[in-house]
């Protein structure tokens, strides 16, 4: 499993919100860019940004900042996520030279525009499963749907998405662990790669997810950036777990260039 820094994006700031909440905000770096290329420096394989003021905009809002940040730390790939609800808005964050872009709100309530973005761009469509409770949240998670997890994820396999991110949004930023059961479960029902996100506090929340069978990924943001966990110190502690190495669901999920 990898290890996954977040940089979220607001305002041009690095923050990051409890539970999704626009109102509880940690500003953690006044340079982005900066940050993403210290996590970088430390090791990370991979990074997870989001434009959260796209995301509660419904449209990308911060794709200049993206394509900065991903140049700093080329070749190191890039997963952006944040307003993507049209193929125009895809194209424009892939077209940063991030290697990835995580659809939610879009694949959840438009069938068709999840279809059309996996037939242009196949495995470099990651679908966001965001969870309250078995339901999926959209909309920068300010709203419920009565969409079941494993049915949104069952249609991302069928149009041909690379992964799936999970993540609980009642857990994100609280640090209190991961929802390992319903990962888990996830993983199980659907035959992708699954990456988790919410909730990782400790080293501990970092080995229970390894051991799950389809978890390729974990993105883990304030934990990093409070200093709960060392990224060089995580990062040695996944390299030795159990299974280390061995190829599961995508083998490709690891690598820089698919």
Not at 23 to 40: K, L, N, Y
Not at 68 to 75: Q, T
Not at 97 to 104: L, S
Not at 212 to 227: I, N
Request: aromatic letters at 4%; one cysteine or more.
């Amino acid at each position: 499993m990898i290890l996954i820094p977040a940089v979220d994006l607001r305002e041009g700031r690095a923050v990051r919100l409890r539970e999704g909440r626009a109102d509880a905000e940690t500003v953690f770096s006044d340079d982005p860019v900066a940050m993403a290329a210290r996590w970088v420096s430390l090791g990370a394989q991979r990074l997870h940004v989001v434009d959260l003021d796209g995301a509660f905009a419904g449209e990308p809002r911060q794709t200049p900042l993206v394509a900065r940040l991903v140049a700093a730390v080329a070749p190191v790939p890039v997963e952006v996520g944040g307003g993507l609800r049209t193929l125009e808005a895809v194209e424009a964050t892939l077209g940063t030279g991030a290697r990835w872009a995580v659809v939610g709100t879009g694949a959840v309530l438009d069938r068709e525009f999840l279809r059309e973005a996996c037939r242009a761009y196949g495995k470099r469509i990651i679908v966001a499963v965001d969870a309250r409770g078995a339901r999926v949240a959209v909309k920068g998670w300010t709203e419920t749907t009565d969409e079941g997890i494993e049915d949104v994820a069952r249609r991302a396999l069928d149009a041909g998405a690379g992964a799936l991110l999970y993540t609980d949004v009642t857990r994100d930023g609280t640090g209190l662990g991961p929802n390992v059961e319903e990962t888990a479960a996830l993983a199980r029902a659907v035959r992708l790669p699954v990456i988790a996100s919410g909730g990782v506090g400790r080293l501990g929340d970092l080995r229970g997810l390894a051991a799950v069978e389809g978890v390729e990924g974990c993105v883990v943001g304030r934990a990093l950036y409070t200093g709960a966990i060392d990224l060089r110190e995580a990062l040695q502690e996944l390299a030795h777990a159990p299974g280390a190495g061995r190829p599961r669901c995508a083998p490709g999920l690891r690598t820089p260039r698919q």
